[in-house]
């Protein structure tokens, strides 16, 4: 396992994301409120972290839901998974929504989504006429069967 230097500027009250454990691949991101939120069924809020962050070229920050507020709470990031590009330098926001039929009320501090920072490739394209053939062909949505 390899290890990158992230700099980032931390403008909340809270400790920096630190991984539960020493395999985990996301860190838990907290909430930077200064007044709790609460989230109304299918209503979506940017919630603030107070952290900034400077990528490396040829790395992404992805932002992904935490897997006990969507299985206890119904609550998950919309646009999962979120990406930070290495030249965005705002504020860490986390746009959350609640799936529930019920209130949640989101508290200063609150883990509220989780942070994977991986490596990334770009493209260029080559313009052709014709691809490979492959097993799978045309085949879409469930063409490769149920089991």
């Known amino acids: 396992m390899t290890t990158i230097q992230l700099k980032v500027i931390n403008q ?12 985990s691949a996301g860190l838990d991101l907290k909430a930077n409120l200064s ?21 490396p070229a040829g790395f992404e920050a992805q932002i ?26 705002g504020e860490v926001k986390v746009l959350l929504v609640n799936l529930s039929d019920t209130d949640f009320i989101v ?13 990334h490739e770009q493209i260029v394209w080559k313009l052709v006429n014709q691809l490979e053939n492959s097993k799978r062909g045309l085949g879409g949505f469930g063409s490769t069967g149920n089991k």
């Open 12 to 23: 909340s009250e809270h400790a920096l994301p630190e991984y539960a454990t020493i395999l």
């Open 64 to 89: 992904r839901p935490r897997s006990g507020l969507a299985f206890k709470n119904g609550l998950t990031v919309l646009n999962a998974p979120g990406t930070i590009d290495a030249d965005y330098r």
């Open 107 to 119: 508290n200063n501090g609150e883990r509220i989504a989780q942070m994977v920072v991986a490596k």
């Open 35 to 55: 007044e709790s939120i609460l989230l109304k069924p299918l209503q979506r809020y940017l919630i603030p972290t107070g952290l900034f962050i400077e990528l």
